[in-house]
């Protein structure tokens, strides 16, 4: 990409920087840390979706400010900058649920699963004894949380430590589901992205707008709070 500032060592006098399109790799710890300052700041932006060219221009207004030239601009962007988010998330969004929509059509028709009103896939693996929690009620879960890949973005058993919760204060789909369930019970959840991480996703986890998979064992209803004791 031409002209493209490729590193952030412009920020350390003295430091040379490519400007093609070969990668630059960090070997000092001054560079190292420098790298690491572009990732998180390339993190924090990722909603915007922004393409290489459009990329020339963040380059370019941050070598401009970090080296004090006097083309350097003080723009009011926040308003603008937060609705240019918002509309490349839904855009993002819009283009994950449309991927999806096959994957839940085909979930939707495997034996035993069924489809609630709500649009969430629930699929009965083991059925549990005794009363099915409320919404009001605390329970002790143990879960595998999964894209639409299979790639795996939580796992409880992992850490061996079982998630607690209101059962009320949930993802929708979490909620939903467990209320269908009996202690001792395991099921199957498919999510679409309205009864889990919506258009914003879970960060680097989940992309925004798509669904998610849980593979839910509820250990125990009627938890008491951690503040109760006794």
């Given at each position: 990409?031409r002209?493209m500032?490729?590193c952030?060592a412009?920020?350390?006098p003295?430091?040379?920087?490519?400007r093609d399109?070969?990668?630059?790799t960090p070997?000092?710890?001054?560079?190292k840390?420098?790298?690491?300052?572009?990732?998180?700041?390339?993190?924090?932006q990722?909603?915007?979706?922004?393409?290489?060219?459009?990329?020339?221009?963040?380059?370019q207004?941050?070598?401009?400010?970090?080296?004090r030239?006097?083309?350097?601009?003080?723009?009011?962007i926040?308003?603008?900058?937060?609705e240019?988010?918002?509309?490349?998330?839904?855009q993002q969004a819009?283009?994950?649920?449309e991927?999806a929509?096959?994957?839940?059509?085909?979930?939707?028709r495997?034996p035993?699963?069924?489809?609630?009103e709500?649009?969430?896939?629930?699929?009965s693996?083991a059925?549990?004894?005794?009363?099915?929690?409320?919404?009001?009620d605390r329970?002790?879960?143990?879960?595998?949380g999964l894209?639409m890949?299979?790639g795996?973005?939580?796992?409880t058993?992992?850490?061996?430590?079982?998630f607690?919760?209101q059962?009320?204060?949930?993802?929708?789909?979490l909620?939903e589901?467990?209320?269908?369930?009996?202690?001792?019970?395991k099921?199957?959840?498919?999510?679409?992205s309205?009864?889990a991480f919506?258009?914003?996703g879970?960060g680097?986890?989940?992309?925004?707008?798509?669904?998610?998979?849980f593979e839910?064992?509820?250990?125990e209803s009627?938890?008491?709070p951690p503040n109760?004791?006794?």
């Amino acid at each position: 990409m031409r002209g493209m500032l490729v590193c952030l060592a412009l920020l350390v006098p003295g430091v040379a920087c490519q400007r093609d399109n070969a990668p630059v790799t960090p070997r000092t710890e001054e560079q190292k840390l420098l790298y690491a300052l572009g990732v998180h700041m390339g993190r924090g932006q990722a909603v915007l979706q922004l393409t290489s060219a459009e990329l020339e221009y963040v380059f370019q207004g941050m070598r401009e400010q970090a080296l004090r030239e006097q083309r350097a601009m003080e723009l009011e962007i926040s308003d603008e900058l937060a609705e240019l988010a918002r509309r490349r998330m839904e855009q993002q969004a819009a283009r994950e649920k449309e991927k999806a929509r096959p994957f839940l059509e085909q979930v939707a028709r495997e034996p035993g699963v069924v489809k609630t009103e709500s649009g969430l896939l629930f699929r009965s693996l083991a059925e549990g004894t005794g009363p099915s929690p409320s919404a009001t009620d605390r329970v002790k879960v143990h879960f595998r949380g999964l894209r639409m890949d299979g790639g795996e973005f939580e796992n409880t058993y992992q850490k061996d430590k079982p998630f607690e919760f209101q059962v009320g204060r949930v993802l929708p789909c979490l909620t939903e589901a467990v209320q269908r369930m009996k202690p001792g019970g395991k099921a199957r959840l498919v999510c679409p992205s309205e009864l889990a991480f919506g258009d914003a996703g879970l960060g680097e986890a989940v992309a925004g707008g798509a669904p998610v998979v849980f593979e839910l064992e509820l250990l125990e209803s009627g938890v008491r709070p951690p503040n109760e004791g006794g």
